[in-house]
């Protein structure tokens, strides 16, 4: 069945930044609520399975993927004083740039840079440079994938945690989210924790330090991450694990130093630094490759499968679990292979 709105046995390789062969069983781009709705009941009266995918800046798509795939495209930024909310569509750095220079509101900037739509931002809660959506988050709606019913979630039910939030937990793949709403300052509260951050930016005056900053992480990203459109990847392909001050300890005392910041009663140590130690850069499993230039990125560095990304996924988190007794968790979200047509 194919239509204006819904088409079927969709390539997914362009709507996915690792690049990934996957197709879609049917697919539908929703440009507004009325699309939406529209591609939901499609799902609902064929008692197909919906899955969302966005940007594809975050997830491990395998071959085939039955049922009807979402892409939300639903655009538009409104502001009520300090207050914006955002369609789910808009992507992140498009809102962030909007936020610095026509809106005059301030708080994404550490932010910059972020693949990705607005309405992907709450689900794993992104963060960057000491700034997470949570901080500067108010509210969200979203649809109800069973009910086709519309709730409002706010920062304390979306229960958000590091790169988490209820929708990677209990509500995994239960809702699509159609707006976000965010409060942010009309003056600027520079927040430079990190130190090479606050280097590149250097001395400013208060209202100069938005834009500073947002080039300045602009600039770092670039020169930290593989860019995806020619070293196809998801960014960070493991969170930092984090650990009890005396697991933490009793690592030290084994091994010497391990990079990581204190967080209360525990610790969060560097991913990369653990990756990095077990020799794993350049390593490669079929078109899969734990990239050269970042140990925490795995990039597709020509033909790579589900099933690739799968194998070197697993072959890191053993070792690391192995050699440190530590059990490294992705970062994107793998779909569910069994969903296969
Ligand atoms: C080069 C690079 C750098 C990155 N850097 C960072 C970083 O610094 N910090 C960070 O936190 N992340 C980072 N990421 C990860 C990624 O950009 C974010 O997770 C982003 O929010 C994903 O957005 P997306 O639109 O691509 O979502 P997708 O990858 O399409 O989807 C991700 C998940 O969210 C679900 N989803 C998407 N939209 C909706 C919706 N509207 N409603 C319900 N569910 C939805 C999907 O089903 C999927 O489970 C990076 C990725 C890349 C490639």
Not at 1 to 19: C, V
Not at 248 to 265: K, N, Q, R, T
């Amino acid at each position: 069945m194919e239509s204006e709105l819904i088409k079927s046995d969709f390539d997914l390789t362009s709507f996915n930044t690792l690049a990934l062969p996957s197709r879609a069983q049917y697919f539908c781009k929703a440009i507004d609520q009325e699309t939406l709705m529209q591609a939901l009941l499609f799902a609902k009266h064929r008692g197909l399975a919906i899955s969302i995918v966005a940007s594809g800046s975050n997830v491990v798509l395998p071959e085939k993927i039955s049922g009807l795939v979402i892409n939300p495209g639903m655009q538009g930024i409104v502001r009520k004083g300090n207050r914006l909310r955002v369609a789910a569509g808009v992507l992140w750095d498009h809102l962030v740039r909007e936020s610095i220079y026509t809106s005059g509101l301030f708080g994404l900037e550490n932010l910059s840079g972020i693949p990705g739509t607005v309405g992907a931002a709450p689900i794993q809660n992104i963060g960057a440079y000491g700034i997470e959506v949570a901080d500067r988050f108010k509210a969200l709606s979203a649809i109800d994938l069973r009910t086709l019913e519309q709730h409002r979630f706010d920062t304390d039910t979306c229960q958000f945690g590091y790169r988490s939030s209820i929708f990677k937990k209990a509500l995994t793949d239960q809702f699509i989210i159609i707006e976000v709403e965010l409060a942010l300052g009309s003056q600027p509260v520079p927040c430079l924790d990190y130190v090479e951050l606050e280097q590149q930016v250097g001395p400013q005056k208060l209202q100069d330090y938005p834009r500073a900053i947002r080039d300045a992480v602009l600039q770092l990203r670039q020169q930290k991450l593989p860019d995806p459109r020619h070293r196809p990847n998801v960014g960070s392909f493991f969170k930092n694990p984090v650990i009890s001050v005396s697991e933490y300890d009793a690592l030290v005392a084994e091994l010497g130093s391990i990079p990581g910041h204190s967080e209360g009663d525990t610790w969060k140590v560097s991913a990369a630094w653990l990756i990095d130690q077990l020799d794993f850069k350049g390593h490669r499993v079929g078109g899969a490759q734990v990239s050269n230039q970042h140990a925490l990125v795995i990039e597709n560095v020509g033909g790579a499968s589900f099933s690739d990304i799968l194998t070197l996924t697993r072959e890191v988190q053993t070792a690391v679990q192995e050699n440190y007794r530590i059990a490294l968790e992705p970062e994107p979200v793998f779909f569910n292979p069994s969903r296969q047509i």
